[in-house]
Each structure stands twice: as structure tokens, then as C-alpha cells.
């Protein structure tokens, strides 16, 4: 029965975290450049990665001790983040109705390794969505497991930024001409749009079933 709990705990974490973070974005398009460019692209890859685990294990863990002894502070958040997952999934919908394209150019001056990272974390740092998605949402959403269930959480959150900026960076060359169309991004809102939806019915449920 741990097993279940454990493969559910992970996949609950790795299909949260890839719906939050599939989504036009500089951060994604600086990575798809640097994979055009073939330029310190597992440089990139790994910092991008490894602070997404960073920022979801200390969301995991700070939420998790924010949140002990007070069952309503957890039904709380679980209502906030449906309401900010419904919000950010109607928004995916309305975008998909709209053009769009991910802009990324193989042009440029050679830089060194430290400044193509010092770039990427300017872009993965700076951005305030990326603490709400890893730290709040995220991190509100792992906090509901108990004991090592959490680990697991998060083992398959980072697992999923791993696998996407993986596939990013070093999949470039294929997926440029195919995201770099306008019906591509509409079709991936319409579908991230539609995930957010059912995700925040499942918060919304467990918000209500703690009432």
C-alpha cells in the first residue's frame, strides 16, 4: 500500500510540476536559444533544473512546517491555489485562442560559460511566477503529504523540470520548427489550460473535504 501511496505521491508532483512549467516564457525561450546555439546548453540545462528542485524542495518543507497543527490554514491554501490554478487555467484558454510563437534566434555573440548562466538565472530568479509555481503552489500541494511521501513529491516535480528543460535544450533543433508556429502554442495552451482545470477541481476537493 506505501508503493501506491509513493508511485501516486510522484506522479502527482512530476504531472503538477510539468503543467506549471510548460508555457511560453523567457526562461523557456532563452533555453531553446542557447539549444539553437548549442551553446553551454547542459550548463544552462542543469542550473535551470537544479533550482527548480532547489526552490520546490524548500517550498515542500517550509509549507509543510508552516502547516503543521493547523488543518484550516491547509484548507486554505488548498482553496487559494484552486482558485490561482482555475485563474491561470482560464487564462491558458483564453491565450490559446490568440497567435503566439516562441521566439528564440541561433544569432549571436559567443559568451562564456559564466555569463550564458549568469543570463539563465536572471531569467529563472527574477521571475516572480517562478516562486509562486515552485514555492507556493507547488510547495502548498507537496505539504499535504505525510513523512516521506513529501520526498517523493518532490522527487517527481523535479523530475519533470529535469525532463522538459532536458528535452528544451538538447531537443532544440527539433522542436524550433514546430513551436516556432503560432497553432503549435494554441493547441499546448489549450491543453496545459484544460490540465490546470482539472487540477484545481482535485485542490478544490481537498479544500472542501477539509471544511
Known sequence: MQAVHATTAFANGLFMSLVLIVAIGAQNAYVLRQGLRREHVGAVVLFCAAIDAVLIGAGVAGMAQALQGRPMLATVLAGLGAAFLCGYGLKA???????AALQATARGVSLSRAAVVAQAAGFTLLNP??????????????????????LWFVVGAATASALWFTSLGFGAR?????????RAWRMLDALVGGTMLVLAAMLARRALAGV
Request: positive net charge; charged residues 15%; proline residues 5%.
Open 93 to 99: 484558454l483564453w491565450r490559446s485562442r490568440r497567435s
Open 174 to 182: 527539433l522542436l524550433a520548427p514546430v513551436f516556432a508556429r503560432p
Open 129 to 150: 511566477h517562478v516562486y509562486l509555481d515552485t514555492v507556493l503552489l507547488v510547495g502548498s500541494a507537496g505539504a499535504q503529504y505525510a513523512g516521506l511521501l513529501k
